[in-house]
């Protein structure tokens, strides 16, 4: 069928307010809502004898693996090495026994993540493909295949294909819990539970829309912005920076908030705004005194929290903008939507060509 932008101005806009819509077609596919566990595919190789996990992939979907890695560990305790596709091949990667690589990619054809790939395969790696494609080269050359489901992705920024990838690694990460006997029925029902609410809060993250464009006008003028989270909000940072580069061309650099002491705090000036990603929770309180050290400096901050994250912090900021308030194995799925926006507007007050920036393709294959 013929993929039109409906009402949106841009696919991206379009993909982006589908995010609810998919995010739930993917989640009834790998959760079991009436007994409330995760379902996946059985693979054709022993889940149970994995035992480390290795983790490639390009761009948004590598960010995505960063998430993924934080869920892997978390909950089956196994080890988890994630690598960009360009860098893996070239480093001479241990890949023992017991190996499973996990590849996630849009396309499922990106050279780089396809070579890794096939690396892998001859190391003796069990391949996992998270892949949107299904009909794709990474879907027919993997061992097991875990769809996206996010339907045809056009515009050049991945945006629903990112929280679809999400919703599927965790509930892969939940699945190899089980697997390995770290997953009890109890803790299993309910990260159900809360990975089913994702559609629902995602879908109020978009209503929100309205006040990220309104401070997007504060971003179109600037040359450099940096992002700052900690936990799975440093890959969201990553994210937003490379969102914001890609289609508005404006630099801007993801850094783990920690890290900001380290060097990158000399940057900053009330020339250059500072988004910072931090929902409430146990690493709230730590982001919020790395912003401090950066307002402390006449650095203009935008915080992007929750209701109580907003109340306890939110003075002083140019700017903040309200999530719902979720769990935190959501709130990477929650707080894309916000980033994702943000990179949209700045883009369309610029002028740019949102769908099809300059110097990019939708899929890249050549290494
Ligand atoms: C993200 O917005 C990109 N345009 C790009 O980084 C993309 O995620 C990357 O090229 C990987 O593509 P894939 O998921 O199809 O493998």
Redo the contacts with the bound molecule.
Sequence with gaps: AMIDKGNHRHFMQKEIYEQPVVVAQTLKAYLQRMDDRVSLPIPDFDLSAIRRVTIV??????YAGMVAKYWFEQFARVPVDIDVASEFRYRAPVMEDGGLMIV???????AD?LAALRHAREEGQKIAAVV?VPTSTMAREADLLLPTNAGPEIG???TK?FTCQLAVLAAFAANLARAKGRLDAKAEKELVRHLAEAPAAINGALAYDEAIEAMAHHIVPARDVLYLGRGTDYPLALEGA??LK?ISYIHAEGYAAGEMKHGPIALIDELVPVIVIAPSGPLFEKTVSNMQEVQARGGKVVLISDYDGVQAAGEGCLATITMPKVHPLIAPMVYAVPVQLLAYHVAVLKGTDVDQPRN?A???TVE
Aim: with cysteine; glycine share 8%; net charge neutral.
């Design positions: 992939a390009c761009g948004t979907s590598y996630i990619s849009q396309s499922g054809e990106t993540t949107n050049v920024a991945s294909a490379l969102k890609e990019l939708k899929s890249v």
